[in-house]
């Protein structure tokens, strides 16, 4: 069985960073294709950033290209997600989720585990 576990939010004035965790157990990280989502409070999921851990390519949302970073560490079976210039509109709780194959990565429903989130505020 599949568990996500996300670490590594809180509390930031707009123009810090972070860096947000997702340890996984139950699967092997270098074989699945990862995805951070984030939803703010009357908002839907969307999402922020997708990578294939066998080779390191990732995808990110416009609205964080340039500011977010992902990697991932196969060996710790963890994923990080690295976030600088943080916006106030940055707020929301941080997901993370292994993405079913041959499904489109933008997508949370191509997406069946999932983490308990992490929050993230953001003050302006």
């Known amino acids: 069985q599949v568990q996500l576990v996300e670490s590594g939010g809180g509390l930031v004035q707009a123009g810090g960073s972070l860096t947000l965790s997702c340890t996984a157990s139950?699967?092997?990280?270098?074989?699945?294709?990862m995805g951070w989502f984030r939803q703010a409070p009357g908002k839907e999921r969307e999402f922020v950033a997708h990578?294939?851990?066998?080779?390191?390519?990732?995808h990110y949302a416009y609205s964080v290209e340039g500011r977010f970073n992902l990697s991932t560490d196969n060996a710790k079976n963890t994923v990080y997600l690295q976030m600088n210039d943080l916006k106030p509109e940055d707020t929301g709780v941080y997901y993370c989720?292994?993405?079913?194959?041959?499904?489109?990565?933008?997508?949370?429903?191509?997406?069946?585990?999932w983490g308990q989130g992490t929050q993230v505020t953001v003050s302006s």
């Open positions: 989720a292994k993405r079913r194959s041959g499904f489109s990565f933008r997508l949370a429903s191509s997406y069946l585990s």
């Open positions: 990578i294939l851990a066998s080779d390191g390519i990732a």
């Open positions: 139950g699967l092997t990280l270098r074989d699945a294709s």
